[in-house]
């Protein structure tokens, strides 16, 4: 699978300059308002040479960020920033769109900024794919870091945190909690045409998506250039990309020769979401199908079939859009998913 994307690997390039022997600080949005250009958990990376990579506001306070960020290499302070108090204000840091923003500096194994240890076992479970919450306390500058599994005062905020994946401070505005879920995963089964406008959509929204066709012909990189491939059998295919909560699988081929073997892994996993091509004729007999293998109601419920939110899609884009659509509000409108009741109603 491919490699998460620079800007994705703040904390990492970050340890990385440390391990060069320069110094590095790291830059958090923690709260914004109005029309702030990025969202709360956004990160910048600052090395001691005014290096950066990442972002806190898409270029509109970077600059005066990295000069906070240089000064916090400096005396080992941490600090929370503000932009954009007033209209005046905003326009002389870049906030045109009159927002504003808090962003935490700290700087890395110095003075009261996080220890190196705790940024080197967040970059750990990052590349173990093991959802976390970096918390800061910014009275005291306590912190530490929360995992799912994890039985502390911080536990139910932090794990509302990372399911809502919204970094935000507690109800009381005591705890910065700073969300780390695993980079966002696609598995697409079949080498069709729809297969050829979802994989650039896929990436474009952020995912690390990978096709999965036995077929050579069909799987080519000819035809999708610049893609992970996968040729290998559909159900051999999933046991190697690995399924989690973090993962949405697609199939597309309607043949149940291919599609059938990665359904049922799908269904046996932890996926957000499992979409099948096909009419109602060929779901229902898909049904059949799965029952007759013993997966139960609740558990082919999980299907979304026909694929796709019904936006009266005709061509493959256009198909693959409201894929892209019905996946995007499944992951941020968890309480949707088939068989979770509404928000409102859960106990």
């Excluded at 022997?21 to 109005?34: E, S």
């Excluded at 050829?196 to 690390?208: E, F």
């Excluded at 659509?325 to 979770?340: K, S």
Aim: proline residues 6%.
């Amino acid at each position: 699978m491919s490699a998460a994307a620079d800007h994705d690997r703040i904390p990492e390039i970050a340890l990385g300059w440390i391990a060069e022997g320069r110094r590095a600080a790291l830059a958090t949005v923690v709260q914004t308002w109005g029309s702030a250009p990025r969202q709360a958990g956004a990160q910048l990376a600052i090395s001691d040479e005014a290096q950066i990579m990442g972002s806190v506001s898409g270029g509109c306070v970077e600059g005066a960020v990295v000069a906070e960020a240089l000064e916090a290499l400096e005396d080992g302070t941490p600090r929370i920033v503000e932009f954009g108090v007033s209209d005046d204000d905003a326009f002389a840091v870049g906030l045109a769109c009159g927002g504003r923003i808090r962003i935490l500096v700290e700087p890395i194994g110095i003075g009261q900024g996080p220890a190196k240890a705790l940024v080197e076992e967040l970059a750990q479970a990052r590349a173990e794919r093991r959802a976390c919450v970096y918390a800061v306390h910014p009275d005291t500058w306590a912190r530490r870091l929360v995992y799912r599994d994890d039985a502390t005062p911080l536990a139910a905020p932090a794990l509302a945190a990372m399911d809502g994946d919204k970094s935000g401070f507690t109800p009381e505005e005591d705890w910065f909690l700073g969300v780390h879920n695993p980079p966002l995963r696609m598995a697409v089964v079949g080498a069709v045409h729809i297969a050829q406008a979802l994989m650039p959509m896929a990436r474009i929204m952020g995912y690390d998506a990978t096709l999965v066709d036995p077929r050579e012909a069909f799987g080519a990189q000819a035809r999708f250039p610049g893609e992970a491939i996968l040729h290998d059998w559909p159900d051999e295919a999933m046991e190697k990309i690995g399924l989690d909560e973090r993962t949405a699988v697609i199939t597309l081929t309607h043949d149940p020769k291919l599609d059938d073997p990665a359904i049922r892994i799908a269904l046996a996993s932890d996926c957000f979401y499992l979409g099948c091509l096909g009419s109602t004729r060929t779901h229902a007999k898909r049904v059949a199908r799965l029952e007759a293998e013993g997966f139960t109601a609740a558990q082919i419920a999980r299907i979304h079939a026909p694929v796709g939110l019904d936006i009266g899609a005709k061509t493959p884009a256009e198909i693959a859009a409201s894929i892209i659509a019905q996946v995007t509000e499944r992951l941020r409108r968890p309480a949707t998913r088939p068989g979770l009741k509404p928000a409102e109603d859960a106990a």
